[in-house]
């Protein structure tokens, strides 16, 4: 498989439970934010998205929390499927600048 | 469906040889990427465009080229002059991104670089 995995940090966790990936990022003045989910051998899929004037906002499944006192970010998943099982990355973008800066990511992995 | 198509999936370079990566979108989306994927890190911009004929440098853009002649097309090239050209390259187009809009990157699934 794709080495995009190799080194990451990764969270293990049984089917059915509820995850929670963690992010710090590092610019105060990012005030959009991204997850996103990258299979192996496949291009980051993306998930769901905060501006800087929500604290929480909600998908299906998914959850994402913007802490912007402290500069973290979570994603959780609720009742998390084998299918779930990817590293997700999040990714933090300044209103007016092109760059978006990605985190090194964390692998999610689900116990049957 | 509406997309990003990569092509090559896997492309072997020899020494000394420019090699051209595919991209092309049918999301009508004025705004295109490219990034460079290596284990353990976070994707880096290698180039961006945000309309056709209109292309930037990221931050790691020498051994590179782009250009941008059609909307729904940014090819990737790597030249001879980039060293380590090993690496999973990923593609990604957005809504036009002026200084008022965040708007998501989608990426194609990426093309597997190897030198021979």
């Known amino acids: 498989g794709e080495s995009v995995g190799l080194h990451l940090p990764t969270l293990s966790v049984q089917e059915g439970d509820n995850s929670i990936i963690n992010c710090a990022y590092s610019?105060?003045?990012?005030?959009?934010f991204i997850w996103y989910k990258q299979e192996s051998g496949k291009g980051p899929q993306f998930i769901i998205d905060?501006?800087?004037?929500?604290d929480k906002r909600q998908g299906q499944r998914v959850t994402v929390l913007l802490n912007k006192t402290v500069k973290h970010l979570s994603l959780q998943i609720a009742a998390t499927q084998p299918g779930d099982s990817a590293v997700y990355f999040c990714?933090?973008?300044?209103?007016?600048?092109?760059?978006?800066?990605f985190g090194t990511g964390t692998k999610l992995q689900v116990i049957p | 469906d509406g997309g990003i198509t990569q092509s090559p999936k896997y492309l072997f370079r020899k020494e000394g040889q420019n090699v051209t990566l595919s991209c092309e979108q049918n999301l009508n989306h004025d705004a295109m990427y490219w990034y460079r994927q290596d284990p353990g890190q976070g994707l880096r911009l290698i180039y961006y465009s945000q309309i056709v004929n209109d292309f930037q440098k990221g931050d790691i853009a020498e051994g590179y080229s782009v250009s941008r002649e059609k909307k729904e097309s940014f090819p990737l090239t790597v030249t001879s002059a980039q060293k380590n050209p090993t690496a999973f390259y990923l593609c990604?187009?957005?809504?036009?991104?002026?200084?008022?809009?965040?708007?998501?990157?989608?990426f194609g699934d990426g093309t597997r670089l190897s030198i021979l």
């Open positions: 990714a933090e973008k300044v209103r007016g600048y092109q760059k978006v800066t």
């Open positions: 610019n105060s003045a990012s005030d959009y």
């Open positions: 905060i501006r800087s004037n929500m």
């Open positions: 990604a187009s957005s809504i036009s991104t002026g200084t008022g809009s965040n708007q998501p990157q989608h």
